[in-house]
């Protein structure tokens, strides 16, 4: 098997995972991934994460344009602007609609610069700090610019009444972070108001020292 067909199969195999779970309902969310020659093979527009077909995924040329599948995902834009400002770094992203985040973001006492409390060590290790972007209409390029606004300092943000994104090295990496983002943000529900013990800063300053975390305020 190719490393695109294997990359083809990767994708619908973990979106398949994640709507099974209920992490993204409907025709939500949407997957990309890239390959070693700078294309991107993306989940088309509509799609269900529970019923893709890996020969109909989406793939783009360097410059974001079809030349593969189906009309891809409305949220290109806010891909691109992942790889573009963290190339190094981004080799997947993931946007989901995910219930305790979206619950979240539209709290009014979110932190925008920090929506997730630091309650466990793997969601520092996984995230660093989450931002919370402002509201977009679904398909607007001002998401990507607001991304590339970001200046490449953080691989989570969450889109507020809409859901998370997560970019990281490979395809698991990016869905297994998006799951510890939406765990956390479940925890952060669970205890709110609750005055819970969180990770003190030195023990994050650990965690951001052992395992190179992007923490910049």
């Known amino acids: 098997m190719s490393a695109e067909a294997r990359l083809r199969e990767q994708i619908c ?5 994640m709507y099974d779970r209920g992490l993204t309902p409907g025709a939500s969310g949407n997957i990309s991934a890239r390959l070693d020659d700078g ?8 799609s269900c994460f529970g019923r893709l077909d890996p020969a109909r995924l989406s793939v783009l040329d360097t410059d974001r344009r079809l030349i593969e599948g189906d ?5 290109v834009a806010l891909h691109a602007a992942f ?3 963290r190339p190094a770094q981004t080799g997947a992203v993931v946007h989901l609609h995910s219930t305790h985040s979206v619950a979240l973001s539209v709290l009014p006492d979110t932190d925008p610069e920090d929506m997730l409390p630091p309650i466990t060590a793997y969601g520092v290790m996984k995230l660093g700090r989450v ?8 398909g607007d390029p001002a ?16 889109l507020a009444n809409h859901g998370p994104v997560v970019a990281a090295r490979d395809l698991e990496a990016a869905c297994y972070s998006m799951e510890e983002l939406e765990e956390t943000a479940k925890l952060a529900m669970l205890t709110r ?13 650990g965690l951001v020292t052992k395992f190179n ?5």
Request: no cysteine; charged share 20%.
């Open 13 to 17: 195999l973990f979106a398949k995972s």
């Open 39 to 46: 294309r991107l093979i993306v989940t088309p527009t509509g």
């Open 71 to 75: 009309a891809p995902t409305k949220e």
């Open 83 to 85: 790889y573009e400002t």
């Open 131 to 138: 931002k919370l972007l402002p509201y977009f209409m679904p």
């Open 143 to 158: 998401m990507g610019d607001a991304i590339r606004g970001l200046a490449g300092k953080r691989s989570a943000v969450v």
């Open 193 to 205: 108001g609750l005055s819970p013990r969180v990770l003190t800063e030195a023990q994050i300053q």
């Open 213 to 217: 975390v992007d923490w910049e305020a």
